[in-house]
Structure formats: C-alpha cells, structure tokens
C-alpha cells in the first residue's frame, strides 16, 4: 500500500504520512499513559517545575565531567535548543570549583551558509549561543581547554574523530516540530525516497554530514529564533549523526513544552516505548539505542482535545 502523503510539505517526509491509527492512539494517551511507556532502555520522567527540570538537565553535565580523569576523558553533547540550562552549567561548575581539565563538549549542531559553517559571530550561531550563555560564564582557572571543545565544520572529520577518543556520558536534545533530534531531519520524497522514506537501518548508518532542513524545522527556527523572519534562517545545517549519536552512553530528551507539542510528544514516547521506527519520525529511531531518557515539564504535555482559544 503506498504511502500517504505529507500535508505539511508533499514534497518531503514526516509524521503526517503515518497510519492514522497510530497517530490517533498517541492523541489519546494521557499523562498516566505516558509515564507508564518506560521500559527496559527507554525511562519516562516528569517534573513538576521548571526549576527542577532545567537543573536537572544541567546537572548531566556536571555528573558527565566529574568522571573525566587524564587517562579516560568524558564529555556531552549538547543541544541549543533548549538553553536555559547552560548558564546553571557555568553556575554549577564554580560553585562547585569543578575543573574541567579533562572535560569535553560537543555541540549538536551549527548552520551551513556559502559552503562553510556559519562563523561564531553570526547572531544565529549555535557555538555563540554555546560560549556566551555557558563557556564564557565559567572561571578561566576552571574552563576546559579550547581543544576540548567541539563544535561541528564544515570539514566534519575532525568533529568524528573526536567521538571515537573521548567518551559521550550523555548527548542531550530537544525534540522539533518534524520531530527530530539535532536536525537529523526526515528526507525529501525524491529519487530512492519517491514511494518510501529510508530503512531505520539506512538511516542509523549516517554520520556527521551536512542535511537540507525540513520546511517545518526552518519555519519552526524562524519562530524560536528568528522573530519570524523565514527568509534569514538557512536551509542547510551540519548536524550530529546517528552513528555519533550511538556511540554516546546515554541520549537524554528534554521536553518543555516550547519546541514540540502535546501531540508531537506523546507519538515519539509512543514510538520508542512500543519499538515503532519509521525514519519519516527520526526520533523514534532511538527505539534501537540501549539507554535513552525522555524528560518532560508535566505543565506542558496538556492534551491533544480540539479547543478554541
């Protein structure tokens, strides 16, 4: 049977081409439903306010760096997007007198303009968001050395090689509109993908690489970062891969309510908890990974009721 059709761009993948019966059984499932998807490798959990739930995103970093030592140095991955927990990162770090010697940090992702990575003085850089909301704000006698930082380019080997000497405690994420995780983004519907988006299996083998954005995640940047203005977000972005993302010891989700929805919530809970990969819902291709960790502010997974407002 061919596949639906997206309604959001017809020309791409995503959740809307889906059989209705799974998306309407994920509209249904109630807070109580969701807390009860956890399974072995798959955790759900809640907090109450956003206090606890943005220190305790922050505090995977610190627990991360703690075990670095010289002869085994461990790091994160991290996202923008969310960002509230970065400068309680750099709060926590000098309280705490944590020096970062042997830590390490990776982000997520960065834009791609004119063939290159968007430079960290750009106002939409991911690295600048990095620095200034975190890395900037910790003591220099406690600051992990520039060489620990690592920040994804247009020449990307440097950015995959980091992975295969350093351990990944935890790589942290929000999760989109269409979706994702970092901008691994569902595929246009062109070519090998005309009548089917790629085998989960195809699509966990990519690495760090340079991906066309989805319509909905540049409309969505636009909203969350760019007043609106679709025409000054790009369309082309340099992203973590699946196969980094594999490599991290744990994938921890946070979910405040502001970058998905109540609906988008509950179909990728449903997913990963059930095993359901489908790569036109690259999130719940984390089904395959051994420890992943889903963290909602419970305020915001509302319900999936039609209201006016």
Known sequence: MARKRSILAPDWWDFTTLEDDLLNDAARLTPEDLAGLSRPGFRVVFYDSLEDFYLAEALEYIHAWKQASPDNPAGVCGPIGPTEQLPLVARLVNELELNLAHGHFWGMDEWYIDGKEAPADHPLSFEKADRE?????????????????????????????????????????????IKHWAFNDPFPRTGDYADAPP?????????TRVVDLHPVTVMQNARTSGGGVVTGVPTRAITVGPLQTWRAEKVSIWHAGTHDNPFGMRLTTLMISKRIMDSAVPMSLLADHPNVQFNFYRPAVGHCQPEMH
């Open 199 to 207: 085998s989960p299996r195809e699509y966990q083998k990519l690495s």
């Open 133 to 177: 909301m975190c890395f900037s704000q910790i003591r220099s006698d406690l600051s992990m050395p520039e060489e620990h930082l690592h920040f994804p380019k247009a020449d990307v080997q440097p950015y995959v090689d980091s992975f295969s000497s350093v351990r990944c405690v935890v790589m942290q994420g929000g999760q989109g509109d």
